[in-house]
């Protein structure tokens, strides 16, 4: 596929790209957060989709024809309809989901851990999404995934969260209306996997070949593994057996995710690995079917598990499709926020808006005061979005001159702890200065600042191996200075890996609030 010179450069600034352009690829396929991933082909197209929590808008939709080169497509939740998502709520949520397509039509089921089974369905994946369906109620019901027999009949099967409801490594199947609205039955616990394999969670359940499958993560998951369990019938016995770990390769806990088969028969299986502050990055193995099990990766030790692969000939999809990775950069020339973006709660239009002038303004709004903390840590209005790369480099174009004393707007680091650094208005309304800041869910503080003749500002933060961050300014055309001394280490955040993005906030409300314009915001290859 021949790509315009635009879209060349576009490509050569992209912080990764798994298609090696020579009919391989490496892994990871994403290197971003997409937790929990499920994935399905329908027709020559590949859909995935990944838990998001309390962030919003959630359960992204991505597109791909030939399982390395993906991009964002769509969400199914605008906004959270439930109480209490106009404030954060750190690792709440959307639990790993399950996307299938059956009957016509697109479904996403997922748990919510204090709420219970919920359900939406969509003709067109990148079209709207029916509002959510609450299939079962019960706290700790994770994990859910719907399974259609061939005689009609419909099954879902499910994990369960010791943290509200104290059970843990088992495995629940429930037979299930076959419009996917209600749960039958109480059920029957089909596997126990509590000495051979804990934390089991994860199921994804299939048919092939006269077996049922459930493909289920255990060992938990930083250090786990991926185990799949077979009977011949959908209530059991279920035999088990590990198909992929890390063994001796460098990639620890490699489980949890989905299985696609293609038309030229091959099959592959997409999962995450915990990455620490990158959050659960995606890779995709191959599959070679051997006496009705399934081997993924290659067994490079000998030790007849599978251990996941670091580069490999792409899948045989019948063609070769545009290289392309998901959004990152933004330069706010269309009136709405590209798809890469998240808000830590429900969006609210007064945050925002976009100007004639092709720029994106952010109105400086306080934490709100019901919040467990006074931090920016518990504030809604953060806009940003997951780390593309191991190494990469983003910066702002901001303009703070509308800014008012106690309002602060610039460029965020986002994760248990957090980093900023921000042009802000002096508190007597002399004249504006560059601040670097830290802070976590109890405290922030100013660690450096700086006077500005100005208030427009370019900021940026160069993110280096183990998620080491600098911050940098610069005023007009002059060169990048640093924003201090100090080198931040972000931290994963509440079940998600660390995020950067843009906000703008105040130490309390006001009628006439500030604001700050941001030209761009942009995302590149290596630290600088």
């Known amino acids: 596929m021949m790509h315009s010179s635009s879209s060349l450069q576009a490509l050569q600034n992209k912080s990764w790209l798994s298609d090696q352009g020579d009919g391989t690829f490496v892994n990871p396929v994403l290197h971003a957060d997409y937790s929990d991933p499920d994935v399905i082909r329908v027709g020559e197209d590949f859909y995935m989709t990944a838990s998001s929590f309390g962030h919003l808008p959630g359960l992204p939709i991505l597109h791909s024809k030939d399982l390395i080169n993906w991009r964002i497509i769509n969400h199914v939740l605008p ?4 109480p209490g998502y106009d404030v954060p709520q750190h690792g709440n949520g959307v639990w790993a989901p399950a996307l299938r397509f059956h009957d016509g039509k697109y479904w996403v089921f997922y748990g919510d851990p204090d709420v219970g089974i919920m359900m939406s369905t969509a003709a067109d994946p990148a079209g709207s999404w029916t509002p959510l369906h609450l299939v079962q109620e019960g706290k700790g019901l994770i994990d859910p995934c719907p399974f259609w027999d061939d005689d009609g009949q419909a099954y879902l099967v499910h994990a369960f969260a010791k943290s509200r409801c104290g059970i843990k490594h088992l495995l629940r199947m429930c037979r299930m209306s076959p419009d996917g609205k209600r749960l039958l039955d109480e059920g029957q616990i089909v596997f126990d996997g509590t000495e051979r394999h804990p934390t089991m969670e994860g199921p994804k359940m299939y048919k092939r070949n006269g077996y049922y499958y459930i493909f289920a993560p255990a060992g938990g998951v930083s250090t786990g593994w991926q185990t799949v369990l077979r009977s011949t019938s959908v209530f059991g016995p279920y035999e088990d057996k590990i198909v992929l770990h890390q063994g001796d390769s460098p990639i620890n806990g490699p489980h949890q995710g989905g299985w696609v088969e293609l038309d030229s028969g091959e099959s592959w299986f997409m999962h995450f690995q915990d990455k620490g502050a990158y959050g659960r990055i995606v890779h995709l193995q191959p599959i070679c079917w051997v006496d009705d099990w399934p081997e993924m990766g290659a067994d490079t030790n000998g030790d007849g598990i599978g251990e996941p ?27 709405q926020l590209g798809l890469q973006w998240q808000w830590q709660a429900n969006p609210n239009p007064a945050w925002y808006a976009f100007e004639e002038e092709s720029h994106l303004r952010l109105f400086a709004f306080p934490v709100p005061e019901n919040q467990p903390s006074r931090t920016i840590y518990d504030a809604p209005h953060l806009l940003m979005q997951k780390f593309p790369a191991e190494v990469f480099h983003a910066e702002a174009k901001l303009d703070g001159t509308a800014l008012k004393p106690g309002e602060r707007a610039g460029l965020i680091v986002f994760g248990r702890t957090f980093a900023y650094a921000a042009i802000q208005m002096k508190a007597d309304g002399s004249g504006m200065e560059i601040i670097q800041a830290q802070g976590n869910g109890s405290e922030e503080n100013v660690v450096w600042s700086d006077g500005l003749d100005e208030g427009k500002v370019t900021i940026r933060v160069t993110v280096h191996p183990g998620a080491q961050c600098r911050f940098y300014f610069a005023s007009a055309d002059g060169p990048f200075l640093p924003s201090g001394d100090r080198e931040f280490e972000a931290e994963k955040g509440h079940w998600v890996g660390a995020k950067v993005g843009l906000f703008a906030a105040s130490t309390e409300e006001q009628a006439d609030r500030g604001y700050v314009d941001i030209d761009w915001f942009r995302v590149g290859r290596g630290e600088i």
């Open 79 to 82: 906004r959270m309809e439930l």
């Open 309 to 335: 692969v670091l580069r490999y000939p792409k899948p045989n999809v019948g063609g070769e499709h545009r290289i392309e990775a998901p959004d990152d950069s933004d330069e706010f020339e269309d009136a």
